[in-house]
């Protein structure tokens, strides 16, 4: 399987990928870790005349915790954040969500950046980032600005990015307080698999033993794009948690979700699981506020 | 137009001309002429391509030789030295994890990343990090069990 040919760039720094992006635009494609990249241009989905790589620019590799923000660089792989000390203990929903993308192997590859600019509606990494209401940074050659996650997806493999800008990293403000975060993923097989179904979930607690005082709820798989659970989370505000509380929520994500047949499950099971799964990450989130 | 790339396999260094839409997998086996690199799916799903690229396991059919460029790369060849065979391939050898062979680089250099960081890694560690390498004979189990055997006779180099 060979790749069709193509010029390659390599900038080392984040301004000069600036000039060759916007000077090539449409022309180029951008490659961080390839594992969708290379792929879909084996597959010569995409035939783009050159491929510019962010891999020299070392300053897309950190990941750096300054001011009650994180900043995570565009190249960060999922083995990186899956196992970035700052990450596992403050935003074990990402660590999950990394830990279950791919395989291992792809895993020492694939980049934060990648999972987001690719925009599938099945992806491990935006549900996570969303329930922490998380900023891409998007940088072209005449400006920089900063999108909300929650916004970014247009549909399948489509964002509101334009073609000459650069996803250069997300920022996060640390949650603080009695919080907790999980992220479950359904598949039929553990690794290598596209979530029929995934659920993140953050919950902010008054106290261990207090009522609900902010509530995140991000569908995957069952939407076009990656999607808030609206209505789940209105239910839970103001609330105290319980089991019944969270059924509840269960119930109204599974109206949120907008799920379709396709080969690997129906609309009717997907939304059936999308009660199931709300209702276990959020117990999950709860157990992990509670012992924080 | 080609690009002049130095990398460094097997502690041996290479200087090469390759072209841009070659892959790493490509050059190791067609240019620099270790084929003991396996392409099997050729798009990151089976990991027979596998070999270590500065200490990380990764698919090498993914991986473009010029990104290669000033890296360190460990293939299967590399793995015995004049000692003989690395202690996981004796392991390979004994417990007959070895049915038609394909999936074998993939799967001892999978091993032996988990091996050097967890050396003392149990079944469940172990499944994990081969989770990537698929075996077509279906012959897990004694993998599994050949792995194992290696942590039972302490660190491996």
């Known amino acids: 399987m060979r790749l069709p040919g193509f010029e390659f760039h390599e900038p080392t720094s984040v301004a000069s990928a600036c000039e060759v992006m916007g000077r090539l635009r449409e022309k180029a494609r951008l490659l961080a870790g390839g594992t969708d990249l290379i792929v879909n241009m084996k597959k010569k989905v995409i035939r783009p005349d050159h491929v510019v790589s962010l891999g020299r620019i070392d300053i897309l ?15 960060v792989t999922a083995a ?70 929650n916004g970014f997806f247009l549909g399948p493999g489509k964002t509101l990015m334009e073609p000459d800008e650069i996803l250069t990293g997300i920022t996060i403000e640390m949650p603080k307080g009695c919080y907790g975060d999980s992220y479950i993923k359904l598949g039929v097989r553990q690794t290598l698999e596209i979530s029929l179904v995934n659920v993140a979930a953050f919950i902010q607690l008054n106290g261990a033993e207090g009522s609900i005082t902010k509530a995140r709820i991000v569908l995957g798989a069952v939407g076009p794009t ?55 990450a959020l117990n999950a989130a709860l157990d992990r506020a509670r012992s924080r | 137009m080609k690009k002049l790339i130095r990398l460094t396999i097997n502690d041996q260094d290479y200087e090469i001309a390759v072209k841009p839409n070659q892959t790493l997998a490509d050059v190791i086996r067609e240019d620099i002429g270790l084929t003991g690199t396996k392409k099997g799916c050729e798009v990151g799903e089976c990991g027979t391509c596998t070999v270590i690229l500065d200490g990380k396991p990764v698919n090498s059919c993914l ?32 417990k007959g994890a070895i049915q038609c062979g394909f999936c074998t680089s993939g799967m001892i250099l999978s091993a032996k ?22 075996c077509r004979c279906t012959g897990y189990q004694k993998i599994v069990e050949a792995i194992a055997s290696v942590k039972d006779r302490g660190p491996v180099s």
Not at chain 1, 243 to 253: H, K, P, Q, S, T
Not at chain 2, 69 to 84: F, S, Y
């Open chain 1, 80 to 149: 990186e954040l899956a196992g970035a000390e700052v990450i596992r203990e403050s935003l074990a929903a990402l660590a999950d969500g990394a830990a279950v993308l791919g395989s291992p192997l792809i895993r020492n590859l694939a980049t934060v950046a990648g999972n987001l600019v690719s925009a599938r509606p099945a992806a491990d990494l935006p549900p996570p980032l969303m329930v922490y209401d998380a900023q891409t940074v998007l940088i072209k050659a005449t400006g920089e600005r900063s999108v909300d996650l």
């Open chain 1, 226 to 280: 990656p999607l808030r659970a609206i209505s789940a989370e209105e239910a839970l505000m103001g609330q105290s948690p319980s089991d019944a509380l969270f059924a509840r929520a269960g119930e109204a994500a599974a109206g949120d979700a907008k799920p379709i047949d396709d080969f690997r499950g129906s609309a009717e099971y997907r939304r059936d699981m999308v009660a199931v799964l709300t209702k276990r």
């Open chain 2, 113 to 134: 990343s988990l091996l050097d960081r967890h050396p003392d890694a149990d079944e469940h560690e172990i499944r994990a990090a081969i989770s990537g390498n698929l």
């Open chain 1, 61 to 75: 590799k950190g990941i750096i915790e300054e001011n009650g923000h994180l900043t995570i660089g565009a190249c």
């Open chain 2, 63 to 94: 991986v473009l030789a010029v990104q290669a460029d000033g890296k360190h790369i460990l293939t299967i060849e590399g793995l015995d030295t004049d000692k003989g065979l690395h202690p996981i391939q004796k392991a390979f050898v004994e």
